[in-house]
């Protein structure tokens, strides 16, 4: 309970940092912002882009960013780390964040490349939202160096922010405005945004296009923010959780429209605890633990996954036991409790084959018969117990 009071209080810190920026509120200075528990490392005007992002609410009379906002990354840190065939999004190095000399963040090192789905996993208080919102230039780091989108988030600008969107976990859209109005609002802060009878469609809002967004659904809400995130036209998208609480269908959904940004080559940053939704979506993975990266990889790579053995079970027929079967899948049993059997193998294949050429020859069926290689959740349980 408590955990999820502080989350709660966090990111409604973070909702109101970002409205803040919309609105032209005047910012704290870092040393009230310390005292408030808000670390606010640069002062936008108003009409800050990236402010834009779902939940925020602007005041209708933010200036528009300076044209040209829009370039690739042009800065790069001195050494790379050897995958150049993209260009990086953000590149992180010893990153190291403390509050009141606990290290949250513990020394990451990370790059993202151009059009990638980057998911980033681990347990509540891993430092997640912490190294997220330090990359969106929400939070000052005690060390470390950082590029996202070759600028040193810390001191980027406007024409930085308009290059990003951010889809936060709760958001607060403009109840009185249809839909396609508060889209048409928000794309007036943006150099260059997209049409938004287009981006309604990405988001699969188009026959919602003309209701209110306080009578939206909890999902046709999150497409609405989806929508928001999008509408400048942003280069890179912070995902923070965006389909918890959906159901099934709708995750699948959300899914989809994630799977669609990164077909028209936006780079995503993606927080979730769902393993699931890491699988489908990421193109990479890495799991935090305890302020530090325990394991990076693909879905099928991540912590040695695809070198753990694989478990085939099955249950023998009353009166057979594993010392029956051929000796290739005997040697391999790990465990036979009572008639079921577990059998360890770094390549079933063989194993499979003898299994099914005994079990035919005696004219014995394995109904129940299964292979198991571990999921991504058994992997990533393994790499966070105890963190
Ligand atoms: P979750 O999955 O619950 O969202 P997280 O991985 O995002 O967790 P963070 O919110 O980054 O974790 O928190 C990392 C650690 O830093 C936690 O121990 C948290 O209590 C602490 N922390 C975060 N923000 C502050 C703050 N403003 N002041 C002091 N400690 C903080």
């Not at 840190?77 to 509050?99: A, D, F």
């Not at 470390?144 to 859209?173: K, N, T, Y």
Request: charged residues 25%.
């Amino acid at each position: 309970m408590a955990i999820t009071i502080s989350k709660s209080i966090a990111r409604h810190r973070r909702r109101r940092r970002v409205a803040a920026a919309a609105q032209g509120e005047q910012r704290l200075s870092p040393d009230a912002s310390a005292a408030a528990g808000v670390d606010v490392p640069h002062t936008p005007g108003r009409g800050d882009p990236a402010a834009t992002a779902a939940g925020s609410r602007p005041d209708g009379r933010a200036a528009k960013v300076a044209e040209g906002a829009s370039r690739e990354p042009a800065a790069r840190m001195p050494e790379g780390t050897g995958q150049v065939s993209r260009p990086s999004v953000i590149e992180v190095r010893g990153l190291r964040k403390s509050y009141d000399g606990v290290e949250a963040v513990a020394g990451i090192d990370l790059e993202v490349r151009a059009g990638e789905v980057f998911a980033f996993l681990g347990p509540n208080g891993a430092g997640k939202t912490t190294t997220v919102e330090i990359l969106e230039g929400y939070r000052r780091r005690t060390a470390g160096e950082v590029l996202v989108l070759g600028a040193d988030p810390a001191r980027a600008g406007r024409d930085w922010r308009a290059r990003i969107g951010v889809v936060l976990q709760e958001s607060q859209p403009e109840d009185e405005l249809s839909a396609e109005e508060c889209l048409s609002l928000y794309a007036g802060y943006y150099p260059r945004p997209r049409p938004v009878a287009e981006t309604l469609e990405l988001v699969g809002l188009a026959d919602r296009r003309t209701a209110r967004c306080g009578r939206l659904s909890g999902g046709q809400r999150r497409r609405l923010d989806v929508a928001l995130a999008l509408i400048g036209d942003p280069k890179l998208i912070f995902l923070d959780e965006p389909t918890t609480g959906f159901d099934p269908a709708a995750r699948k959904s959300a899914w989809d429209v994630i799977a669609g940004l990164r077909d028209l080559g936006k780079t995503i940053f993606l927080t979730t605890h769902y393993m699931e939704e890491a699988e489908y979506l990421a193109d990479r993975i890495a799991v935090l633990a305890a302020g530090r990266i325990v394991a990076e990889g693909t879905a099928a790579t991540l912590g040695g996954r695809d070198t753990e053995a694989a478990v085939i079970s099955f249950t023998l027929p009353p009166g057979m036991f594993a010392a029956d079967l051929p000796p290739l899948v005997a040697a391999a049993v790990s465990d036979d409790p009572g008639n079921k059997v577990l059998a360890r193998t770094p390549s079933p294949l063989p194993l499979l084959g003898a299994l099914v050429g005994w079990a035919q020859a005696r004219g014995i069926d394995l109904p129940d018969l299964e292979v198991h290689r571990p999921t991504l959740e058994d992997v990533y349980l393994q790499l966070t117990r105890g963190s």
